[in-house]
């Protein structure tokens, strides 16, 4: 832990010594879990790869990316880096972001062994922008002693109609709100919108109209008054607890893989219930990932390629690793860390029914800006859910701001 935080002085990125050794900066965000799981892979590495040093810097998400724009501003961002679906195209505008494609023609970097498809998961525009080190997809969490008493079962295919009535079930019966308000998930709203034929983005720009989201906001606000839906104000204040966990909702939505974090917040049981849809078959889902990025400005860009590739390939990162960033992308790693904890079971359990069922789709393409958008979203929902802003300030408001940040 004693080398978190560290960065390499002076301008470029990389540097090496008169041994041949070579030094590489990696930064992510995320826990002290995960900030210790990867120090210890980082050790595997390093002692396989002894000319090869790593000097960490790890931080929460949102001080992240702001150090992480003013590195790439100024020129020097870290070597290699975690990074995600909607900052790829952002950052590949900008010229940050090294191209893998190279370094995998020329070995260093392997896209055999992947689950899914997940090796195009970085890819745009013809250009390998990132590796997934593990899968997610959307998942509804349940309090599965709320949703027992109330006799709901919620079963793959099951429609928005259904899901709706057993949350009324759950307010009737139990008296909390059945849901913890889908209305501000963007990654929610996307799979819905591809359920009906759009989606939230297109490569460039949003790819629904102020209609179609007026009716989405529309209809939470109304179920936010009924209490179908659970009072924002509670949820706000509950936090860092989720609504469930607090007692507040029987179910929220979110990714399946973070779905860890119930048991130690909670005193109940909970699971991982199937999306809802909208024609019993469609649930519009992807498989998501955490990726590893290398910078376009590193001086040591096999040695970058090397140390992605150890990442994402190697059996013993898997059993350190566990499932803090998705579960594993590559069958190698899938296979050496197998869960014994009835949580890592149901997140491999739910994965594996929706690679088998085929429902899976292609990833929405994010335009650059979809940070920003993303961000415009969650405010712009709260906002609505609260009644501080009505729904068709709240949406002409989003698609002023959604304009200007995929403009930019």
């Not at 998930?185 to 799979?191: A, F, H, Q, V």
């Not at 009072?231 to 860890?260: H, M, R, Y």
């Not at 970058?304 to 059996?315: E, L, S």
Request: charged share 25%; aromatic share 12%; glycine share 10%.
């Amino acid at each position: 832990m004693a080398a978190l935080g560290l960065t390499a002085a002076g301008c470029g990125t990389g540097s090496g010594s008169g041994d041949g050794t070579v030094t590489l900066r990696y930064a992510w965000w995320g826990s002290d879990d995960r900030a210790k799981r990867i120090n210890r892979s980082i050790a595997l590495f390093e002692k396989k790869y002894p000319k090869i040093r790593i000097k960490t810097d790890f931080q929460p998400y949102a001080d992240f990316w702001k150090k992480f724009n003013t590195q790439a501003s100024g020129g020097n961002p870290p070597d290699v880096f975690q990074n995600a679906i909607g900052f790829l195209r952002k950052y590949d505008k900008k010229n940050v972001l090294l191209d893998l494609r190279g370094q995998v023609e020329e070995g260093n970097l392997r896209l055999d062994g992947f689950r899914a498809g997940l090796e195009k998961f970085g890819e745009v525009d013809g250009k390998l922008l990132g590796i997934p080190v593990g899968s997610n997809s959307m998942a509804l969490v349940v309090d599965r002693t709320v949703f027992a008493r109330a006799g709901v079962k919620p079963k793959p295919g099951w429609t928005w109609d259904e899901y709706h009535a057993a949350l009324a079930r759950i307010q009737d019966s139990q008296g909390r709100a059945g849901d913890a308000g889908p209305y501000g998930i963007m990654y929610l709203y996307d799979l819905y919108l591809r359920q009906h034929g759009k989606a939230f983005f297109t490569t460039s720009a949003l790819g629904f109209t102020e209609a179609d989201l007026t009716d989405w906001w529309t209809r939470a606000f109304e179920r936010v008054k009924s209490g179908l839906y659970a009072d924002p104000k509670k949820t706000i204040q509950a936090k860092p607890k989720s609504a469930v966990t607090a007692e507040l909702a029987g179910c929220e939505f979110t990714w399946d893989n973070f779905s860890v974090r119930y048991s130690s917040e909670g005193r109940s049981q909970y699971g991982l219930a199937p999306i809802p849809t909208t024609d019993g078959h469609k649930t519009g889902q992807y498989l998501g990932s955490l990726m590893l990025s290398g910078s376009r400005r590193t001086k040591h860009p096999r040695e970058v390629a090397r140390f992605i590739d150890f990442m994402v390939h190697d059996p013993e990162v898997a059993k350190i690793m566990g499932y803090d960033r998705g579960v594993p992308s590559t069958v190698a790693q899938y296979e050496a860390y197998v869960p014994s904890d009835p949580v890592g079971r149901q997140i491999a359990a739910y994965e594996k029914q929706l690679v088998e069922s085929r429902v899976l789709e292609p990833i929405t393409p994010h335009p650059a800006g979809a940070d920003v958008v993303e961000a415009a979203f969650l405010r712009l929902s709260e906002e609505m859910s609260l009644g501080t802003r009505p729904v068709p300030d709240a949406v002409k408001q989003f698609f002023t701001e959604a304009k200007t940040a995929l403009a930019a």
